[in-house]
């Protein structure tokens, strides 16, 4: 048996508030926290390992109620685009990984900034410059739009007659060719469909790197939401080889246009993932797009676009299709996991989580709704009565470039003053949960705690977050970050606390978040993270030693 004893620091501890003395250690044996305050200090004589937490502030580790870790490395595979800062830069990227690659038969990457081009509306010629021997493929930071070159839409056969797809959009130029932006699902898959895969092995490296990452984030708990049953192999494989960092939880992608014959092969994953009997991964959750993105105008809106009078967004569900699919795989044990931007989506997913309370009875469904970038106020009380859990991404609560340059726009007054309404629903009593969407947007909590406080962007200015009502403490932050997605998870016995009796899913920050001033707080640094008490992140820099001891 191994006894650890962490000493020397700040232990979070929901009984002691920032500014009261509160607990400095805390003892772990065997993965499980066993004492915390003066009874794990009385153990430290005895234990195998002790760590001098030098002042650091020890807590549960974050978790990421919404992320997507298999996008984010393979990200690795392709061009490195995200950074580019012009349309030149990424053709120059994309020559370049092409030049590099010339046995490879198609050109894949990710993601690009939407906003280096009007109103992210992107050309294939602009990449036929680049590459034009082979189709590429590259996807915007959201992963709800692509961008490709004229190779690849004569793969893929889209041309001026070819029909407006089902659930997507296909950009044309005047004369109905196609511009080279697709948009959604629909339009998406016409590419996808012939685009190679990734290899089992690609797969599973990017599964490892990205755990990898996500540790030195301080993070032991993913929400992968966004799953193909193809995708399956790799999740098992990471597992079966011990190549993940962080646990992990696979969320099905209901498909509107076959999902009446997905149930049998999502619930035969979800048992093969319980046969593993690994903690590490688990598949309880399936996942429904309610609709777009307000970029692209495929969010669903109750009114018009500011911007486009005539739009209101793309429904990706009818409503009796939705509480049909929805009530189905509820009644399988699934929990509900809805895709919700648009004020209209979120009515939709609130009325079909009442459909699927009066068709399947009361449970306790835990059903989350996702992203919730405009709310509806006479909708807000409503999370609460149906137990819904309000997951947002606070990095996307600021005023930064797609901002200004792309959602404002499509939004227009008053409305683009009521995004991200977080600090309404925690006082209307919602359960919260924090997550990152990455790679749409950065994985580190960190940031995110600090965007969620400050409801500012990276550059600090004093008096000027933007939309003010919205900001919460930074104890509320952090609980959405840990206990809120335990409770997502329904692990708040296990994991998302230190309790003795808990798992010890450990980080450690530099300071007490609760201590400092507001614009130091993206500048707290993770020394060291754990899961089940073992380190799976420790930094160069940090000023923790591991001090073994031989037991008593």
């Known amino acids: 048996m191994t006894l650890t004893v962490f000493h020397s620091g700040t232990v979070a501890d929901a009984d002691h508030a920032a500014g009261q003395s509160g607990p400095t250690a805390l003892a772990v044996q065997d993965g499980i926290i066993t004492a915390v305050g003066d009874a794990a200090m009385a153990l430290l004589a005895g234990a195998t390992e002790t760590v001098d937490l030098a002042g650091g502030y020890l807590s549960a580790s974050f978790a990421d109620g919404h992320a997507h870790p298999l996008f984010g490395g393979l990200e690795d595979f392709g061009p490195q685009i995200r950074s580019c800062r012009s349309v030149e830069e990424i053709a120059a990227s994309v020559r370049g990984w092409a030049d590099a690659n010339p046995d490879s038969g198609w050109v894949i990457g990710a993601s690009y900034n939407a906003t280096l081009a009007p109103g992210g509306m992107f050309d294939a010629e ?17 992963y709800h739009t692509i961008w490709v070159n004229s190779a690849a839409l004569r793969a893929a056969g889209i041309d001026r007659n070819t029909p407006e797809p089902a659930l997507g959009r296909i950009v044309r130029r005047p004369d109905g060719s196609p511009l080279g932006t697709l948009m959604e699902a629909g339009a998406i ?4 469909r012939v685009a190679p895969a990734f290899t089992l092995e690609q797969r599973v490296a990017a599964l490892q790197a990205a755990t990898a990452k996500y540790a030195a984030a301080g993070v032991t ?14 999740y098992e494989a990471a597992v079966v080889s011990g190549r993940l960092d962080a646990r992990i939880n696979l969320a099905f ?117 996702a992203h919730l970038q405009l709310v509806d106020p006479t909708d807000i009380e409503r999370f609460a009565a149906l137990g819904a859990v309000a997951n947002f991404e606070p990095l996307w609560a600021c005023s930064d470039e797609v901002m200004r340059l792309l959602t404002i726009p499509r939004l227009g007054a008053p409305r ?19 997550g990152s969407d990455w790679p749409v947007t950065g994985h580190h909590p960190v940031a995110g705690l600090a965007t969620a406080v400050t409801r500012q962007g990276g550059d600090y200015v004093a008096g000027a977050a933007w939309i003010p009502a919205e900001r919460i403490h930074v104890e509320t ?46 500048a707290l640094e993770v020394l060291g993270t754990w899961l089940a008490g073992r380190p799976t992140f420790i930094t160069n820099n940090a000023d923790t030693r591991l001090a073994h001891t031989s037991p008593v």
Not at 189 to 192: I, Q
Not at 416 to 434: C, D, K, M, T, W
């Open 416 to 434: 683009a003053e009521q995004q991200y309404p977080i600090a309404s629903l925690a006082r209307a009593g919602v359960h919260l949960s924090f």
């Open 477 to 522: 932050a952090l609980e959405a970050y840990t206990s809120g997605v335990a409770y997502q998870a329904f692990a708040e016995r296990h994991w998302g606390a230190l309790r003795p009796g808990m798992s010890a899913d450990l980080v450690l920050l530099s300071e007490d978040p609760r201590r400092v001033p507001e614009d130091g707080l993206a």
């Open 189 to 192: 898959d016409l590419v996808t």
């Open 221 to 234: 708990w993913i929400q992968d939401a966004w799953v193909e049953l193809e995708d399956v192999p790799a």
């Open 126 to 142: 602009w990449l036929d410059a680049a590459v034009a021997d082979r189709p590429v493929l590259l996807r915007s930071w959201d």
């Open 253 to 369: 992608r209901a498909d509107p246009r076959i999902w009446n014959t997905q149930p049998e092969g999502f619930v035969a994953a979800r048992s093969r993932i319980e046969n593993l009997g690994s903690g590490m991964l688990t598949a309880n959750t399936v996942k429904f797009f309610i609709d777009g993105i307000i970029e692209s105008h495929t969010a669903c809106m109750l009114a018009p676009y500011a911007d486009a009078p005539a739009e209101t967004g793309l429904a990706n569900w009818q409503r009796d299709q939705l509480h049909e699919a929805m009530a189905s795989f509820d009644a399988l044990g699934f929990q509900l996991h809805l895709h919700a931007i648009g004020d209209a989506a979120v009515r939709s997913a609130l009325d079909g989580l009442e459909e699927v309370q009066r068709r399947n009875g009361y449970r306790d469904r835990r059903p989350v709704i």
